[in-house]
């Protein structure tokens, strides 16, 4: 059923995809009010930008006029016009695989390392986002455009009248209370329509993907790429610097994140399987295990941003619902997955460009809101089964590097899908998650990495290698889970 679109709606949460959606529908003419319980500048992660996320957010530049975000798309382009956001270059992901008491390190014919360039160079390359600036950064923008943010203020209670269609909504920094035509829930983990709406954690769907993490930002680490030149360690087939990069340390049911901003500031989180073996989840206890993240650390001193680690309990998360009357949540609320492939910023602004284009319309139709909701769960379970495969196979460089093909795989034609299209066909589901033949490979891909973990035969990576080349064989393009390219990728560039 469509009603009429009154151009009254509450934004819960002003972190960058809050802000955006809000900056579109007050371009539109709506009237938006954008809450948050805190205030800007503050410290967040989910910092790592790809190439899918550029594209999505040069669409909405274009689409609705955001001219003055062009920037954000292009790392060169970022540095010349925007040198007071924070931001950091992105040429790819770079992997290195760590034994207990290994030191810096390359091996013959890359056992050990894994890169995935994502650009042709350092001017084109995606980006990671300083979230303190640039969430105030966007904030500031969609106030200018004549958005109403209140920081520091809370729903304290809110009806929906079924008559009118509209919420009423009281809130602790107003005194009288404020009717909505809808709200957007841009809370993340906060979750706020959710817990408004009374949803039953109990009924939550389940995630293949079982982990948490300990984080922070630091200064003076050292580049690990240095590390490896002063071990002796040729690197001169990198195809970019691996400190360039969403950088990753391998370990058996573990992982370390580096990002590094051009501030200064690095960002480090150590994510552990709790599936696996996490004998190691403590941070000094992996200082001592693995002498090659020691080197990085040995100067280091945590930010003033984050002057004690910060910890998680599990990661993952999955309401039981995205939307109701007069209501709906962006992606980076109705759950979250896990930091490896850094498919965050991505679906969020997917997420944005799908709600952008329903609440532009003359009428906001329910349906519409209704099969947003049900495509971004589908985009979960596919997101899923992509992370989840990675774990299981972690103990195995060469299992586990064949497994990431299939992302790679689901990112490129996704990217590839969206620059063919024309303007007015609609657009695919992130990581082509309504195309049945991809959802298939990657079932029956995750399936078979399952089954190696739980019967432990790391034997025989070859024969894992050629499944997975032939699952990816009709939709890849650019020559993924080859042995000859010996895991230095240098080419996968859409643009």
Partial sequence: MCVVNRPRILVIGSGFSGSIVAAILRKHGHHIT????ASHPRFAIGESSTPTASLILQTLIKQYGLQELRPLTRYGLWCEKLPEVGVGAKRGFSYFFHAPGDRPKTTVGHQG???VAASHSQAMADTHWYRQDVDRFLLEYAVSLGVTSISNCEIECASYDELERTWQVKFNMVERDEI????IDASGAGEVMCRLSNEDIVS?????????AVYGHFRNIQDYDNLLIDAGMDISDFPFSSDVAAQHHVFTSQWLWSLRFD??????????????DVDQVDWSTMLTTYPAIQAMLTESELDSATPSLCSSDRLQRLSSRGCGPGWVALPGTIG???PLHSTGIAHALSGVERLAEIFTQDEVCQLAVNQYTEAVYREFRLIDQLIAGCYHLMPSKRHFEAYCMLYFTAAHNYETCRMEISANAGLPGIFLSDDFQMVELIE?????AREISQSDRWEAPELFEQQIRELIGSFDQIGLCNPNARSMYRYTAIL
């Fill in 180 to 183: 909505f035509d809808w709200i």
């Fill in 444 to 448: 029956e891909g995750y399936h078979l």
């Fill in 263 to 276: 501030n200064g500031v690095t960002s480090l989180g150590l994510v552990s399987d709790l599936n696996g």
């Fill in 336 to 338: 979250f997955i896990d």
């Fill in 204 to 212: 939550r769907p389940d995630l293949l993907t079982n982990t948490s």
């Fill in 113 to 115: 390392e894994l890169l």
């Fill in 34 to 37: 954008l809450i948050d319980k």
